[in-house]
């Protein structure tokens, strides 16, 4: 595979690009911007979205969609979920048939509810599921850039498509772990961005470590709740994708979920907040999917109502966490025995 082609010119999409030109790969970068593109080009460096992280020059970027696209082995789609329907749309008549796209996108289509795999096989079709491939787990653009060790997790429907993905990425400094299971390794990278927004409101209300270990514990619970009813495995919350990307997304600064929640616990608005981050805040549209989502399929979540509910109707935070403490009682050990017997059923022997 000589060329790679990287859609999107935010954080997440140059490290990816300075990763892979890093293993002496061809890489092409495509921005919808010329401003962004240009400035790339001529400081070395993406200042609006990764800045101090070198851009070697061999990368090419550019707004030139089929020059991007033109002779890739694989397309590499580090767009906004929101965006990546419409950029799909764009660049599927531009490839050559059975070319891998690897979604680096940690998102729920908002208007369909549809994770993103099934955003890929609507507009590309059912037969070309096999060419898919989600990259996710805990990895923060601004480490991966500087070239910090880190792990993560692709997953497809496709062994073999899935590991060339493996092959592509992997370097002594990033390592990947393949999965089969892509409903749950899209749902641990979306779901958790909303708990990201919890510890944040949390942290911004001046609540402690307590507060965020429960509601990364119980956000954890949710996660897998959802995503079993959906039909993941719950063991792959228990990994990189679940609990990894949990830590890394609720823990660090890097993390712009957190910091829109930290703005909104100090008192700013969802506006404001968002604002404040400069990029885009992917748990607010999260929040939104998820919660319909939770009705659609009857998944009690609390933690995502209550931040919903601060959001979208005007709830204070304080009285969201008020909400949350003063729940009837539940005993802890009723979910993990739920999980456990359905990790029994599905690799355990069947009757019969």
């Known amino acids: 595979m000589d060329k790679v082609a990287i859609l999107g010119a935010g954080s997440w999409a140059t490290a990816l690009a300075v990763l892979l ?25 993406n200042g609006r979205y990764l800045p101090g992280v070198a851009v070697p020059p061999e990368i090419q970027v550019t707004v030139d969609l089929p020059r991007v696209l033109e002779r890739a082995g694989a397309v590499v789609c580090g767009v906004p979920s929101h965006a990546f329907r419409p950029v799909l749309r764009q660049a599927l008549p531009l490839l050559p ?24 096989t609507g ?27 880190t792990a993560v997790v692709v997953a497809g429907r ?15 400094s990033f390592r990947v772990y393949t999965n089969p299971d892509v409903t749950g390794v899209e749902l641990g990278g979306a779901l958790k961005n ?17 507060t965020r270990a429960a509601l990364m514990t119980r956000g954890l619970a949710e996660i897998t709740r959802l995503g079993m009813a959906l039909g993941a495995n719950p063991l792959t919350f228990a990994g990189l994708a679940g609990v990894g990307d949990l830590i890394v997304t609720c823990t660090s600064m890097h993390s712009r979920n957190r910091r829109a929640g930290m703005e909104i ?12 981050v400069h990029m885009v805040v992917e748990g607010v549209r999260t929040t939104r ?5 939770a009705a659609r399929y009857r998944v ?17 935070p304080r009285a969201a966490v008020t909400n949350l403490m003063t729940r009837g009682r539940r005993h802890e050990m009723e979910e993990v025995a739920m999980a456990a017997a359905l990790v029994r059923w599905q690799t355990g022997p069947r009757p019969g």
């Open 289 to 293: 999917a998820a919660y319909r989502l």
């Open 300 to 316: 009690e979540m609390p933690i995502t109502e209550q931040i919903y509910r601060v959001l979208f109707e005007g709830l204070s």
């Open 123 to 149: 507009e590309a079709g059912e037969d070309n599921a096999g060419r898919y491939v989600v990259l996710s787990g805990p990895s923060h653009a601004e480490e991966v850039g500087r070239g910090l060790p």
């Open 265 to 276: 616990g100090r008192g700013k608005s969802l506006a404001e907040a968002v604002a404040s």
């Open 21 to 45: 030109a890093g293993k002496g790969m061809q890489v092409s970068m495509w921005s919808r911007r010329e401003d962004l593109a240009r400035q790339i080009r001529e400081a070395g460096e």
């Open 158 to 172: 496709d062994p073999q498509t899935t590991g060339r993905a493996q092959e592509l990425f992997m370097t002594p």
């Open 194 to 210: 909303i708990i990201a927004l919890g510890t944040g409101i949390a942290d911004g209300l001046g609540f402690g470590d307590n």
């Open 97 to 120: 048939p059975g070319v891998m796209v690897i979604n680096a996108a940690k998102g729920i289509e908002e208007d369909t509810l549809q994770p993103l795999s099934r955003v890929f």
